[in-house]
């Protein structure tokens, strides 16, 4: 059986509006699907809004090592995976052909630079409309909040759709920071929102959209679009 083919595409707006501070991609939410993919046998392609080396998120990656996921400590200990990170695809090079699957991963500068990328909009649309899995976890929903279908509506209108909550914007302090707060964009495009307690693990699966709250989240999304494309290869060999 032919392997799933897997576009991770991460933020590369590192700066937190106008605060000062440094912002990026979340390094968990991208290291822990990135081996459950890989361990399952899935062929995972890195890429980025830019291309090349994305800020990551400085909250993400604490100094002191003991405190990193074990994903986080096993993925800078693999030089393989090093070199792809230093070395990712411009989304604009990524083409729906060659995906099953499009994983977003969070950190605030997903809120930046991917709600209006035309780029990643189409590989979202076509990858989707060819009969692929889609999944985000914690601001990485903002980068389906511009997406349309091919009859023009909002692709998540109508849809189960988590993301980082208000709530949990606010408790983080970045309410007044974030250029908009994504449960209620997604809430005003028609999504069929549904969240959990602050910082704890929620993840909503509705066919081939899979969606996490945060951090915690992050291994369920992953296990949930895993969960999608071995339905969608059961179902093309039967």
């Not at 081996?35 to 980025?48: I, K, N, P």
């Not at 604490?62 to 989304?91: G, H, M, Q, W, Y």
């Not at 930046?112 to 999944?135: C, F, Q, T």
Request: with cysteine; charged share 30%; proline share 5%.
């Amino acid at each position: 059986m032919a392997k799933s083919r897997i576009a991770i595409v991460l933020t590369s707006h590192g700066e937190l509006g106008d605060t000062g501070e440094k912002t990026g991609f979340h390094y968990e939410e991208m290291t822990t699907p990135w081996y459950e993919f890989l361990d399952d046998g899935a062929e995972v392609t890195l890429g980025s809004i830019q291309g090349g080396e994305p800020p990551a998120d400085p909250g993400s990656l604490p100094d002191d090592k003991e405190k990193r996921a074990a994903s986080v400590r096993r993925f800078l200990d693999d030089a393989a995976a090093v070199k792809a990170l230093n070395n990712t695809k411009p989304v604009a090079e990524l083409n729906a052909k060659d995906f099953d699957a499009v994983y977003l991963p969070g950190g605030h500068g997903c809120m930046w630079d991917m709600p209006e990328n035309d780029a990643l909009i189409r590989l979202i649309g076509e990858v989707y409309e060819k009969g692929g899995v889609i999944g985000a976890v914690c601001h990485g929903p903002a980068g389906l909040v511009g997406v349309r279908l091919s009859d023009g509506s909002p692709f998540v209108k109508d849809r189960l759709v988590n993301s980082f909550t208000d709530e949990e914007e606010r408790k983080a302090g970045k309410d007044k920071v974030v250029p908009f707060l994504l449960e209620t964009e997604l809430r005003g495009l028609g999504a069929r929102f549904e969240g959990g307690k602050p910082f704890e693990r929620y993840v909503c699966r509705e066919g081939r959209l899979v969606t996490g709250q945060n951090p915690a989240s992050a291994e369920g999304v992953a296990h949930g679009m895993l969960m999608a494309l071995h339905a969608l290869k059961q179902k093309a060999a039967e």
